[in-house]
C-alpha cells in the first residue's frame, strides 16, 4: 500500500451512517471538506490554535485538524450542517442570525457546536460558564459578546422559557 | 426613527442563515474537476539579491503541472498608482523574509508543497533595514530605486497657519513623544483565490477580497488581458478589516497558473502566509507639540510621524497622511502643522488596517491632551467639551464637518460610567479613562484618479414582485449586502427579505470601489437610494394614473402600493409593477454616488476629505496588578455618533467588535520581529500573536447617538472603524489614573507596566515610552492659510507666505 492508497471507514456523521475513503494520513477536517464535501466546517490555522475547525465527536468539541479521519471509525461527528432539522434551525442557529453573533461568519459554525455541546451538559450556564466553555474559539468579528447573548438567549428558550432579546442587546443603552 | 418601516430597526442581515447553517461559500470552499493545487516558496532572506533560481528538480517531480518564476510575470503593480512596486513573484530581489520567489501548480497540495522544497534560490544577501529609524540612519543599501529620500519612500512637510505665532499665544506648551507597535488584521479565514480560464479566452477569479475592482485592475495590467475578458468575483471575506484590500501576489499567480495548465487552480494560504502578507498598522514613531490656553483652547498643533512600512508601498503614502488628518476634526485646532515620513523595511508591507493611519495618532493626541488636563488642572472630559469642532465647519487643513455628535457621545459616557464618582476617586490600582475619536465615511478620492463615481447599483423590478439589487460592493461581515436590501427595501416598501441582492462580480454588477476606508454604508446606500428612488418615480406614475391619484398621495409599504388616506385603496407591490413594466417595458434603474468635492486644493489635500464624520467618545476602567503589571478592563463604555442607524443590531455589532479589536491592541496584539538584521518574525501563528479570546474580553456598555448627516443615506455615517479609535488612549490613561505611571507605547504589556512602576518607585519619572525622534531630511513646507486666515483651500505661493495672509 502506497501512503496516497485510500482507507475506506465507516461512521455516522450528522446522525446518518456514512462510508468514506481517504488517504491515511488525513485529518478529519480535511476528510470532511475535502472527501464528504461538508465545507462548513472551516479552518483557521490546522495547527490547533484558534477553535475554527471545531466538530463535534460522540457529542464532544474537538478540533478536527487535530484528530485523524481514522481515528473517526465507528464514532459519531456532527457538523454544522447538521444542526437545522428538517429545515427548521436550531435554537441557537435562531439566536445567533438574530442578535448578530454571526458576523463574517467563518468561525461561527465552531462556536454554534461548541455552544451546544455546553448547553447539553448545562441547560442554565452562567456567563462565565459560556465564556469558559468557549475561550477556545477566536472571533475576531463581534468581539464575543453577541455570542454569549445569544447562547443565553438560546438556553432560556431550550428550556421552554419565552424570551426576547432585551432591547439594550440590539439598541444599546438609551 | 418616526416614520421609517425599515431603516432604524434592528433586523436580521440578509445573509445570517447562510451563515448559521455553514452554506456560505468562502473561496477555499470553492473546489473544480481537475482542480490543481497552487503553493508559494516565499524567501528565506529579509534583503537579498536573486541570483538564480533553479526549479528543474521541481517541474520534474510526478505530479508538478507548472512552475512560475517572476520572469514569468515581469509587469510590477500595486494598489496605488504612485507605488506600483509589487511583482508578483519577485524579479531580482527580495524584500522580506516571505516574499513570494516561485510558485508550483499540482495535482495535490502535498506534491505542491513537496515541490517547493525542490526549488533552489541562490541569494545575494543584503544588509537588511530593520526599522523606521534604521532606514533614517542607512539611506544605503536602498531596499527600492525610488522614493523621496534614501530609504524613505515618503516625506510630507504641511503647515496650515503659522504654528510657532500659535505656540506665543499659548499659556501652556507641551511636548510628547509615543509609540504606536504595529499589529495585524488576524482575520479567521486565511487568503485564498481559486481562477478557471477557458479556452475562450477568459478568465474568471474567485478571491477572498475586498476590492475585487483593483484586483480587477492588477489583473489586466499584470496578465496583459482585456478587462472584458476577466471576471472576479469576490467571495464572502471571513474577515477582512483591512487585510483583503490590496491585490496580492497570490491572486496573480494563481490565475497565471490557471491559463499556463488550462485547469482549475486554488491557492489557499497557510496562517503564516497570512502574516507575510500583512499590510496591517504601521509600527508609528510620534512626537506632538500643542500650545494651550489656560481653559485648554488650542492654540497651535504641530505633528510629526514616522512609520515603519515594511518592504513594500501598500496603501503607505495614504497611511501617512491619515497619521496627520484627522486631528483637525475633534477639537478645534487654529494653525497646524504635520509632518510624516513613511520608512521602507525588510518586513512585511505595512498597509490599511481599520482605522488606517489613525488609530497611531489617536492614541497620542488622546494621550497627550490627557497630561495636558493634568497640567491644566482641568477635568479631561470638560477640556474636551470646551474646545469641539462645532458642526457644518471647515477645519484648518479644509475638512468639511457636516454633523458632529461628540458632545453628546462625552456626556453619554461621563454620565454612565459614572466618570464623577470615579475619576481620581478609585482605589489604587484602579482607574478610568477617557479618550475620543473621528473616522471617515469613505474617501473623498478613490485610489486611482478618475472623474466616476465611487459606487453603482442596479436594480430590477420584477413582474412577481421581485427585487434584485446588483451592487459590485463586497461583503466582508460587516453587512453590506444586507444594507442594500434594507434601503432599497424602505423606498419601494418591500420587505428586505424578499430583495434578491447580487454582489462583488465584475460581470454583474456595476463598480463599487470596495469594502474599505467605511465607505460603504454611505455609498453604496447612496447609490441604492438613488436606483431605489427611480424605480419608485416610474412605478408610482403608472400606479397613481389607475387609481386616479396624484403620486405624492401614494405611500409604497408592506408590499403595497396605496392612498396615503385611504389605504385599503391600493395595489400589491407586483401589480404596481406590472401596470409600469405593460407602459413602459422591462422596469430597470441604475444609482451612483460620487463623494462632494473637497474644500483643499494643496497637494496631499486628497486624504482626509470625507462626505461625512463618525465621532466617538470611550471611557475604559481598568484594575492594574502592581505586583505583575497586568492590566485587566472590565469595562468600556462607548458612544458612537453614526449619524443614523440602518439596521441597529448591526450597528451595536460593528461598535462591539471595534472596542474589542481595540483592546487587543491596546494590551497585547503586536508583529514583532527578533531584534537582529535578520528581521525574522517572532510569532507567524495564532498561538503567538496574542488576541483577546472570551477570557479578557470587556464588558462593553454601548450607545448610540445619531446626529444625521445630509449626505448619508437617511442620515447615516460609518461604524465599522471609529469606535475601535479610543480605546487605546482610553486604557492608557485609565492605566495613568490607577497606578500614576504613563506606558507611551502600545501594546500595554504587563513588562512595560513594571517597569515603569519600578522607575516610579525609583523616584524616576514613572513612564515607558520614546525619547527621542529622529532627524529627517524634511522638505520645504507646503503652506496653506487656512480658511479663518483668508485661505482658499490652496497652498500659498512662497513669497504670500512670507508676508502672512492675516
Known sequence: MTADAKVTIALEVNGEPAEVAFAPHKTLLEVLREDLNLTGTKHGCELGECGTCTVLLDGTPVLSCLVLGLACAGHKVKTVEGMAQAGRLH???ETFADLGAAQCGYCTPAFLLAAEALLIANPKPTRDEIKDALAGNLCRCTGYIKIYEAVELAAARMRGEKVEPARETLYGRP | MAGHRVVGKAHRKIDAVAKVTGITKFADDLAFPRMLYGKLLRSSEPHAKIVRVDTSAAERLEGVIAVLTGEDLPIPFGILPVSQDEHALCLDKVRFIGDPVAAVAATSEETATAALDLIKVEYEPLRAIASAEDAVAHPEPRIHDYGDSGNLHKLIDLEFGDVAEGFSDADLVREDLFFFEGNTHLPMEQHAAAAVWSPDGKLTLWSSTQTPHYVHRALAKVLELPPARIRVIATPNGGGFGGKSDPFSHEIVVAKLAMLTGRPVKITLTREEVFYCHRGRHPTLMWVKTGVKKDGAITGMHFRSLLDGGGYGSYGVASTYYTGALQTVTYQVPRYRFQGARAFTNKPPCGPKRGHGTPQPRFALEVHLDKIAEQLKLDPAELRLKTLVPPNSLTANYLRVGSMGLGKCIEKVVEGSGWKQKFHKLPEGRGVGIACSSYISGAGLPIYWNNMPHSGVQLRCDRGGGVTVFCGSTEIGQGSDSVLAYVVAEVLGVDPFEIAVVTADTDLTPVDLGSYSSRVTLMTGNAALQAAERAREILALHAARKLELPGDRLVFADGRVFDAQDPDRGMTFAEAVQLAEAAEGTIGTVGSYTPPRGAGKYRGAGVGP?????????????????????????????????????????????????????????LMEEMSYRGD???????????????????????????????????????????????????????????????????DEVPITPEKVLKALKKKAKGEEGRVGPS???????????????????????????????????
Not at chain 2, 496653506?784 to 483668508?790: A, D, I
Open chain 1, 91 to 93: 435554537p441557537l442557529q
Open chain 2, 772 to 806: 527621542t525622534f529622529p532627524q529627517i531630511p524634511w522638505p520645504e513646507p507646503t503652506r496653506v492659510p487656512p480658511p479663518w486666515e483668508g485661505g482658499d483651500g490652496k497652498a500659498a505661493a512662497p513669497a504670500a507666505v512670507m508676508g502672512r495672509q492675516r
Open chain 2, 610 to 666: 470625507s462626505p461625512a464624520y463618525s465621532y466617538s467618545a470611550c471611557v475604559a476602567e481598568v484594575d492594574v496588578d502592581p505586583a505583575t503589571g497586568i492590566v485587566r478592563v472590565p469595562t468600556i463604555w462607548i458612544a458612537h455618533d453614526v449619524g443614523r442607524c440602518i439596521n441597529a443590531a448591526a450597528v451595536i455589532g460593528q461598535v462591539e467588535g471595534s472596542i474589542y479589536m481595540g483592546l487587543g491592541e491596546a
Open chain 2, 677 to 743: 538584521l535578520k528581521v525574522v518574525h517572532k510569532i507567524p501563528s495564532l498561538l503567538e500573536y496574542k488576541s483577546p479570546t472570551t477570557l479578557e474580553m470587556c464588558d462593553v456598555v454601548t450607545y448610540l447617538i445619531e446626529d444625521p448627516d445630509p449626505n448619508g443615506p437617511f442620515g447615516a455615517k460609518e461604524v465599522g472603524q471609529g469606535p475601535l479609535l479610543p480605546v487605546m488612549p482610553a486604557v492608557a490613561n485609565a492605566v495613568y489614573d490607577a497606578v500614576g505611571v504613563r506606558v
